[in-house]
Nanobody, 123 residues
Framework: VQLQASGGGLVQAGESLRLSCSAS?????MGWFRQAPGLEREFVATIRRTTGHIYYADSVKGRFTISMDNAKNTLYLQMNNLKPEDTAVYYC????????????????????WGEGTLVTVSS
C-alpha cells in the first residue's frame, strides 16, 4: 500500500486547512500523526473503516475532523481554528487489519506510512 499525503501549507492562527491522503490499496484503518520540530511523532486521529469508529487526540478534539471517502480511497483531515502549536509535519498511516481502537494511538500499530506534509501556523 502506498500513501500520498498533500494539503499542507502556511496559514495564520485561526485559519483552516484540509489534508488529504490517497491510498493505493485496501486498508482497514487509516490515521494521522504529526511531528513538531524537536519532538516525538504523536497521534492525531484515526478511523476504522469497517465500523466508522473515530478516535482523536485530546489536543485536536473539537477542532479537527477525520473522514474517509471510500469511493476515492482517500483520507482527509479537516483542521479548523489552527494554533501555532499545530505546526508540524503531518503523516498519514494505514494498517490492513482492524484492532481495538484504543490501540490505534500507537505508531507501531500501523504498517504503512506516507511522506509527510508540512503545516505551519503563524501567530
Amino acid at each position: 500500500v502506498q500513501l500520498q499525503a498533500s494539503g499542507g501549507g502556511l496559514v495564520q492562527a485561526g485559519e483552516s486547512l484540509r489534508l488529504s491522503c490517497s491510498a493505493s490499496g485496501r486498508t482497514a484503518v487509516m490515521g494521522w500523526f504529526r511531528q513538531a520540530p524537536g519532538l516525538e511523532r504523536e497521534f492525531v486521529a484515526t478511523i476504522r473503516r469497517t465500523t466508522g469508529h473515530i478516535y482523536y487526540a485530546d489536543s485536536v478534539k473539537g477542532r479537527f475532523t477525520i473522514s474517509m471517502d471510500n469511493a476515492k480511497n482517500t483520507l482527509y483531515l479537516q483542521m479548523n481554528n489552527l494554533k501555532p502549536e499545530d505546526t508540524a509535519v503531518y503523516y498519514c498511516a494505514a494498517r490492513l487489519s482492524a484492532v481495538v481502537i484504543s490501540a490505534l494511538r500507537m505508531e507501531n500499530q500501523y504498517n504503512y506510512w506516507g511522506e509527510g506534509t508540512l503545516v505551519t501556523v503563524s501567530s
